[in-house]
């Protein structure tokens, strides 16, 4: 096989509770009645001959413009092997116990029920379609054999669909997959502990975008105090192999990140191990096309600032930060719209 573009469609499959399927989750969804019709469709055949042909699908767009860390073939040529389905991205439902002010409905049920209180949301946040019987997808798994398995929501650790299917995993599978998950971390709950446990290979990535009170405003719900022990205990106890940060940009914390940062170089400073991804919110209406210049210019300098007399190799892990904060484009539309969105958004908490 010649050398694709992106590994992913040859290797993953993305998959939801209501009947879409993807390469990956960076990826346009598509509607199918289950796994098998999504990977002998005609769709998917043309995203993979595209891709051998050195070409960009139109499905593929976000990774072709916004995306310079694309997995190659090194990072999954240990587990898997090529053109075999073994990496599963699954959303068992949106289950979530917080309402985060940069999410949307198809991902906390908490927001979906939030935009039907106040239908002039529905201008921003799409209400999600019903889900779909799960059997398909759960026959899938069982008899498919995952190399990899990653689980997001909702909230994996509030989602009582997300604890079966571990155990149908654990019960099914000789060999197990590297299980991973990104949760907020507010309910590492005992149960779902346990459960995680029995894995071989666990990795856990942590949502988090700020610290104290700025925290609590975009991740309605949750209290920092209660997450920052829990995420520290993860760390203590042991419950998984790799750990990872995932912190969205947003209006809501450009003004803050200082204090985040430097809970983050506690936890460096302390001998843990992880990594940090940071990210522009995916919504235009609260990414960072919605703050002005100087806000923008104000948080690079600061940044800039506070990392001089840090260990070098901890800016290294902080250097997406900067070059996403570097290559914000001011637009007044979005900004109009994070005003307008937040308002409304409010009204209901």
């Known amino acids: 096989m010649s050398k694709p573009l992106c590994y992913a469609p040859f ?10 399927y993807a390469p990956c989750c960076s990826s346009a969804q598509f509607d199918f009645n289950s796994p098998e019709e999504y990977l002998k469709s005609d769709i998917l055949k043309d995203i993979k001959d595209k891709l051998l042909k050195n070409q960009w699908p139109e499905s593929c767009s976000r990774c072709k413009y916004h995306y310079s860390d694309i997995p190659t073939w090194d990072y999954f040529k240990s587990v898997v092997k090529l053109d075999q389905i073994s990496v599963l991205d699954y959303r068992p439902s949106n289950v979530c116990n917080l309402k985060c002010k940069m999410c949307f409905a198809s991902s906390s049920n908490l927001i979906e029920e939030h935009v039907k209180q106040n239908p002039k949301l529905q201008q921003w946040i799409e209400l999600p379609t019903n889900g779909k019987d799960q059997s398909a997808n759960i026959d899938f798994i069982k008899q498919n054999k995952f190399k990899i398995v990653k689980l997001l929501g909702g909230e994996p650790t ?33 149960k779902f502990v346990k459960l995680i446990k029995q894995f071989n290979h666990v990795e856990i990535t942590f949502s988090i975008d700020a610290v104290g009170s700025t925290y609590e405003n975009i991740r309605v719900n949750a209290k920092w105090k209660n997450t920052k022990s829990n995420v520290e205990d993860a760390f203590k106890n042991n419950i998984a192999k790799k750990y990872n940060f995932n912190t969205v940009l947003t209006p809501y914390n450009i003004r803050d990140l200082i204090p985040l940062l430097e809970w983050y170089y506690s936890l460096y400073s302390n001998g843990l191990q992880f990594k940090i991804h940071f990210e522009d919110s995916a919504a235009y209406y609260t990414s960072l096309r919605a703050v002005t210049p100087g806000i923008i210019n104000k948080a690079s300098k600061d940044i800039a600032i506070w990392s001089k007399d840090k260990d ?24 109009d719209s994070f005003i307008s969105y937040n308002n409304e958004f409010n009204k209901v908490i």
Do not use: C, M
């Open 11 to 20: 290797i993953g499959l993305y998959a939801t509770h209501n009947g879409k």
């Open 158 to 190: 509030a989602d009582k669909n997300v604890w079966s299917l571990l155990q149908i995993i654990l019960d099914s599978y000789d060999d197990l997959p590297i299980l991973k998950f990104t949760t907020n971390g507010t309910n590492l709950n005992n």
């Open 312 to 335: 070098v190799n901890f800016i290294n892990k902080i250097l997406e930060l900067t070059n996403v904060i570097d290559s914000v484009r001011y637009d007044q539309k979005s900004y």
